[in-house]
């Protein structure tokens, strides 16, 4: 029930901007303008390294994301570019007395190749092939906000059988093909797993996403994928779950802030952080993100 009104008030909102937005017909490019490297960003995806401050709706937590991608090397054509990505993602309580507390943190590192090129594919409305290639990892650590102080433990989980905390890192190989013009994206990925801690995890996740720029550079996007769903009697994962990340967006070009953006996130699914691998979560948030 209580996903369900989250999931209706965030609907309201997409739906609400994208009718507002109609009603303008000159619309600001969406992919153009901001972004340095030669495969944009994902605008929706929560796992994207990102600068961001997406307070909870729902709780008193917090979402803080630090982090880059960077071209090191474009070639002369700027149809081919090798990178690396810098990330952290952090889940903090908000306390008293402007306290923050880290309840869960993951750190990501990798390298990148990334391309590009013209396409006409009749009357769809894309006239670039792009794609992105990643080879990454990440490690996850629970942190003072999630250790009881007082008694000297750390907090324990209601829906995980193991110990806290625990050793959780992965490897990967991400794969990302995008078709777009300045003002909308349609992409597919597909990661593969090829060591993981704790093992046992389901190698294999699909994802899909939109991206659409409405007008008064503003923006809708959703990001979806498939992810395995981790059985903790069994101590490995059984089937797969859908999990959607939902946002409205705007950027503030009209104070002469072309790399902010204020947004809305619906998100629902498996959660983010390696440490709640095992556990879907649904909760709202609305924050600031900074473009590099």
């Known amino acids: 029930m209580k996903s369900t009104y989250h999931l209706s008030r965030a609907l309201f909102i997409l739906t609400a901007t994208l009718l507002i ?5 000159s619309a600001e490019p969406l992919l153009n303008p901001t972004f340095n490297t030669l495969f944009k960003p994902l605008l929706a995806d929560p796992t ?12 008193r937590n917090l979402q803080l994301d630090i982090g880059s991608s960077a071209d090191l090397y ?29 309840d869960a943190i993951d750190y990501l590192f990798g390298i990148n190749a990334s391309w590009k090129q013209p396409v006409s594919i009749g009357a769809l409305p894309f006239d670039e092939l792009s794609g992105k290639i990643r080879l990454s990892h990440i490690s996850a650590h629970f942190e003072d906000g999630h250790y009881d102080a ?37 992409y597919g990925g597909y990661q593969y797993l090829y ?12 994802q899909a996403g939109v991206e659409l720029s409405t007008s008064d550079n503003t923006y809708l996007a959703a ?3 498939m992810l395995p769903i981790w059985q903790p009697s069994l101590n490995a994962t059984r089937g797969f779950r859908g999990t959607w990340n939902l946002q409205a967006g705007m950027r503030l070009n009209s104070i002469g802030l072309e790399k902010v953006r204020v947004a809305c996130n619906y998100f629902s699914g498996m959660s983010r952080h390696g440490m709640y691998f095992y556990r879907p979560e649904s909760y709202t948030t609305i924050g600031v993100l900074v473009d590099l």
Request: one cysteine or more.
């Open 21 to 25: 937005c109609m009603n303008n017909a």
């Open 48 to 59: 994207e390294p990102r600068i961001a401050v997406m307070p909870w709706l729902e709780k």
């Open 74 to 102: 474009q070639s002369k054509n700027k149809d081919f570019a090798a990178g690396v990505d810098f990330a952290t993602w952090s889940l903090l309580k908000r306390g008293d007395n402007f306290k923050f507390p880290v």
């Open 150 to 186: 007082t008694a000297h433990q750390w907090i324990p989980s209601a829906d995980w059988n193991g110990t806290v905390p625990f050793t959780y890192s992965r490897e990967f190989v991400n794969l990302v093909v995008a078709l777009s013009s300045p003002k909308h994206r349609i």
């Open 195 to 206: 060591h993981s801690l704790p093992d046992g995890i389901n190698p294999h996740s699909l």
């Open 223 to 225: 990001d979806f994928k």
